[in-house]
Each structure stands twice: as C-alpha cells, then as structure tokens.
C-alpha cells in the first residue's frame, strides 16, 4: 500500500497515481481491484492496519447513485471497470470486511451495479450481450468484450449463491449462453477478447487473456455450486482446461502469453494475474472437484513469483529473477497468489460448503434486486446491515513450501 496515495491530503479516496492516463498511470479499475486485494489480505491474516483506508476508498468512489458510477469518471467508465469495484462489494460482504456504518451495505452496493448493468443488456445488436463501455461516446462502446460479460455472469453467480435469488441464477444463465454463442468462447473453452458490434459480432478479437478465462471459471464453478447441474462441472472442467494455454513450460508458472514474452503488457495487463488467481481460488473454493489442480497450478506459480522479487518489490515475470521493475500491478500479483495459498490450504468452509444462506428477500421483479437477510452457524464479529454473521476467519495452516512463502511476502503490503 505504500504506492497509494488516496488518503493523503489533497488526493482523492480510490484513485491509484496518474489515474486515467494510462500506460503513464492507472485507470480507475485498479483502484477497486487493489482494494478487493486489501479485503482478502484483511480476511486471510487478521492485519487490519489497512482497513480505514479500504473502507474510505471503497465508499467514497461509489458515486451519487450509489452503484459504483461516480460522474468524474464518465469519459472512461467501462461495464468491466463498474462491476469491478461491485466484486470488491461482494467480497467485503462475503468475508465481513468491517463497514463503518455511513452509506449502503456491500452487499447492496454489489447488487445496485447489477441493477444498473441490466438494462444496459443490448439484445438489438449481436442478438444479446454488455457493451464494453457504457457510454456512445467512449472508445469500446461498438465493442462486446469478454470481460465486461464474464464479470457480468460471475457477479450474477455469486449474488444467486448468496441471496438464493432465482432472478441472480437466471441472468447468469443468459450471459453464459450468450457468450458461449457469440463465438467469443469456443467448443474448447478458450476465451478470446471480444467481438465488434459493427460485424454483427461476427469478427472476434482472438487475443486470450487469463482473467477473460478466470472470471468464467469461477462463474461455472459457482453455478455448479447453486444448481447442481452437471453441465456447470462440465464447463467448470472445460475452462481450466483451457487455461493451459497460461501454465506453460515445465515449471507451469503463470503467464500472460499475449504480452508477456514481448514484454509490451500495458499497466492494465500487469495486474491480471492477480483477478486471475483470485478467482481460480474462489472455484476452487466453491467446487471441490478442482482443487488440487488449481492448487498445484498456483504452488508452482508462487514458486516462479518468490524469485521474481527482490526484498518487498517484485516484477511481473515469473519464469525469470526480479528485472528491477515494479508497480501496483505487480505487487498486487504476488501478495494476492500467496494470500491465495494461505486460504486454499485453509480449506475454508465458507465458500466451500456456501454456508451464505438466505433467511428472508424481497425482490423486485422489474429490476431483479433483491435484500435478503443471511445466518450461518458461526453468528459472530462484525457484519454488514444485509449479511449476517458470515465467518470471515481463513484458517493459517499451511504447508511448509506456503509458509516460507508467505513469511517473507507479508511485507509485501
């Protein structure tokens, strides 16, 4: 956290430095994305050092209708980038992440950026599926990105596991199959970028990046969780598969293939890998029949990981030692895949066994939202006003490749 600046005098809550000049600096997803790192480092190891400062950032950018669209960044705000900061919601509900009371629960925040993604939903062009930008007149608006779909289904997801909310679990279905017919993911689950609106979506953008593959991973494996459908293992199985294509070599560390070899990744493509072992560890969590390979892909990438940093700075190769350059990107790369490895060795019952469970929700049909109340058997600490007493405790037992690992990579924030 030390390359944040947002809660010194005269810089604004949530904004990473140089915000929406980049490759100088950091679009405003970043932000939400460095956040939802801190609220897991926060579940993961009880460190609540950083807490105030997650918590000013995340309410303060939710913007004058509450979901996530604050106006000042209108030129640049993006359907991926909104829903990107609605996941940091989520999991600030999911793992009781302290709320300071002023403003809307997580969970509402999450569900108010599905409500105001929905009607954004474009069946006249491409027979269906999310614009990339929201406004015509943003670069990405003729354009229907896999990201700003597959991040769209695995909010749907997650919020029909955790409200138990039919209308949650019918959305995620229709954006799965959407994309699945698009031709944006083919019969071997590969993930390409996006189609163009202007060919009808009939020409696809094939570059793969891990987290396109990441996102509707964890987005199957949480719908195989909700529905017990087996077509959802099915997918779930296909889409690690395919993820391969970013496991390569005999060391199997994670890359990014479009760029990474080139070494021409922009600062947005710097920070994927950190979305992307984050939510292999959420399917994992949530679909047992995976986890032991995503595990084993994430031991052999931390491995990679520790010799790419020198002290508490890190670079963004894995397959090589640290090349001296750093960023929040990179950094927020390695502290989330050892966090990860310290809640997939936990095995948390939370998100294994979806104890989330649904009391009483009131839905409105026309917009699909919905307030439910939530129990679980461990009923203590903080909670949010919408979620109650869902443990947020990962247990820190470890094997002893994590424990050297995270030893030295604790420092890292």
Known sequence: MEMYHGDEPGKVPGLLPNSNKAPNGYFWWEGGALMETMIHHYARTDEDRYNSQ?????????????????????????????????????????????????????????????????????????????????????????????????????????????????????????????????????????????????????????????????TFLYGCATMHMVTGDAKWKKHTNGFLDGMSLFFKGDDGVLTEEMCEEKGNCNTDQLAFKSMTTRWMTGAAQVAPFIFDRVEKHLKQSAKGAAKACRGNKCGFKWTESFDGKTGIGQQMNALELMGDLIELKSRSTTKATGSLSSNSTRTDSSMGSSTASFSTASGSGDQDPQIGGQSRTFGVSFSSLAVGLVASWIILV
């Open 54 to 214: 997650v918590m000013e950032a995340m309410k303060f950018q939710v913007g004058e209708n509450d979901n996530y669209e604050p106006t000042n960044q209108t030129s640049t705000l993006a359907n991926d980038d909104q829903a990107i900061w609605a996941l940091a919601a989520l999991s600030a509900a999911e793992t009781k992440f302290p709320n300071s009371g002023k403003g809307p629960a997580w969970l509402g925040l999450a569900e108010a950026v599905f409500n105001s993604q929905v009607p954004r939903w474009d069946s006249k062009t491409c027979s269906g599926g999310l614009r990339w930008s929201i406004f015509p007149f943003n670069r990405g608006y003729n354009y229907k990105s896999a990201f700003a779909n597959g991040i769209f289904f695995q909010l749907a997801a997650r919020l029909a596991r955790d409200t138990k909310n039919q209308t949650y679990t019918e959305w995620a279905e229709k954006a799965f199959d959407w994309t699945m017919k698009s031709g944006i993911i083919d019969e071997d689950y590969n993930v390409f970028d996006g189609a163009s609106v202007g060919s009808d979506c009939e020409t696809v953008n094939r570059l793969q990046w891990s987290y396109n593959s990441a």
